[in-house]
């Protein structure tokens, strides 16, 4: 079964702390994984790609195949990244199709 | 651009009643997506388009219908409303649908069926 899986509803971290945001899949292809985040008050924004190996405001992802993990991190949390973080997973090559985890909540208190 | 565009951003509608989500973009992108969130369940894929006159089904379509006549429109059409369509209703456009590709999207609709 294709499924992506984020076990936290809710991080609340305070600011400067690491931060890490679980996301497991299921998936018997080649994987290629995203995490998308919304702000208050923002549309859905992709923040960053597995595919493209990128460090985004300084979040990263890495994708552990054996673990079935794509876990984002940040080694100093700030509290502009309080927001809601999405785990997706794209299960076809010539449609776009997504499937998204139900979502973290991170929070970054002062 | 404006990018994807929703309307309306709020709607109440009563069991049975039927309306359409209007959902457009100005970035000339074939695929286009409609997904459904409800609290606490993440994104789920209602239907899709792969370009002008060409749908096909997502993970949960059932009671919903889809067009695409043109490029830029992609509008969702609940014919009997039901209480189960109380949701968040966010549209996305992508550029090639491939793999990598990333998709944008609306500011969302929030559907409230009594």
């Known amino acids: 079964a294709q499924r992506v899986t984020q076990p936290e509803k809710l991080l609340s971290v305070f600011k400067g702390a690491p931060v890490e945001l679980k996301c497991n899949y299921s998936?018997?292809?080649?994987?290629?994984l995203f995490w998308y985040v919304q702000y208050s008050r923002q549309r859905l924004q992709l923040l960053l790609r597995?595919?493209s190996r990128e460090s985004i405001k300084g979040f990263t992802a890495d994708l552990n195949k054996g673990e079935t993990s794509f876990h984002l991190k940040k080694p100093f949390a700030q509290e502009e990244d309080s927001a809601m973080y999405y785990c997706?997973?794209?299960?076809?090559?010539?449609?776009?199709?997504?499937?998204f985890g139900q979502g973290t909540t991170l929070q970054v208190k002062p | 651009n404006a990018g994807v565009t929703q309307t309306p951003k709020f709607r109440i509608l009563k069991i049975g009643q039927s309306m359409t989500l209007q959902c457009a973009q100005d970035m000339n992108h074939n695929y286009m997506y409609w997904y459904r969130q409800d609290p606490g369940m993440g994104l789920k894929l209602i239907y899709y388009?792969?370009?002008?006159?060409?749908?096909d089904k997502g993970e949960v379509p059932n009671g919903y219908n889809v067009s695409r006549s043109t490029t830029e429109d992609f509008p969702l059409r609940l014919e009997l409303a039901a209480p189960s369509q109380t949701s968040v209703y966010f549209c996305a456009s992508s550029n090639t649908g491939g793999a990598g590709d990333t998709q944008y999207f609306g500011p969302g609709t929030r559907l409230t069926v009594l």
């Open positions: 998936y018997s292809g080649s994987p290629e």
């Open positions: 388009s792969v370009g002008a006159g060409i749908t």
């Open positions: 997706a997973l794209s299960v076809s090559s010539n449609t776009g199709k997504l499937i």
């Open positions: 597995h595919i």
